[in-house]
């Protein structure tokens, strides 16, 4: 119960088409079974039903919200909805990006058009949602943000805008980490490498019309640590960790859950 009376917003905790489990679903799973009131956002309403649905068969207290990181009103009502259920917000984790999805693509070839879709849901959506929790957090002198970037932000990846995104939140996770340390509010970031998700591996299956099998073992054998991908749970439990009293002396930290990636 390394969460309990605590309410935490998951924006992004439903997840794409696919086979197996997202980050955003198993970390509200995780949560919850730490005692974590959660507030399940997702773009699509089914989706982060289904969430919710889990959470509560499992014996957690989980609603869910549909929004568009894209339109900050949209953020601003999550984050009033969380506030009029329980009074509170301890924990805000933005679990959302796109890449291929988007449209993005390599230098020559990328398009207005794409650039700032992704930019608006990678960045500007997490700065969106910051900018309405932050008050509550530092009223409450108290509060963990946790983002989601990736190990795109530091290795050679191929298509520009998840890179420069994911990079850009890196740095803004670690702004607010020092602007708001006096406050007890907390941020941190969470850098996943190769994992066997659908937002990674079933994307690029139905974008490159291949079959699944082969793009994860084409990514698991790039993974030092046992040339394995890794899963929803592994990132789900590395947020666990800095959601939680135990991570309460670390802000500002990008953490890799890469399987060694970085190292080499």
Known sequence: MRLANKTAIIIGAGQSPGSGIGNGRATALRFAQEGARILAVDNRLESAEETAALVRDAGGDCVAV??????????????TAAMARWGRIDILHYNVGVSLGGGDAAIDTI???????ISAINL??????????????????????????????YENYPYVVYKATKAALVEFT??????NAADGVRANTILPGLMDTPMAVDTRARASNRPRAEIAAERAARVPLRGEQGSGWDVANAALFLASDEA?????????????????
């Open 248 to 264: 309460r002396f670390i802000t500002g930290v990008a953490l890799p859950v890469d399987g060694g990636a970085l190292v080499r």
């Open 66 to 79: 549909e929004a568009d990181v894209m339109r900050e009103a949209s953020l601003a009502a999550c984050v």
């Open 174 to 179: 670690k702004q607010i980490a020092i602007q």
């Open 124 to 153: 500007r959506g997490c700065i969106m949602v910051c900018k309405h929790v932050l008050p509550i957090m530092r009223a409450q002198k108290s509060g963990s943000i946790i983002t989601i970037s990736s190990v795109a932000a």
């Open 111 to 117: 398009t207005e058009e794409a650039f700032d879709r």
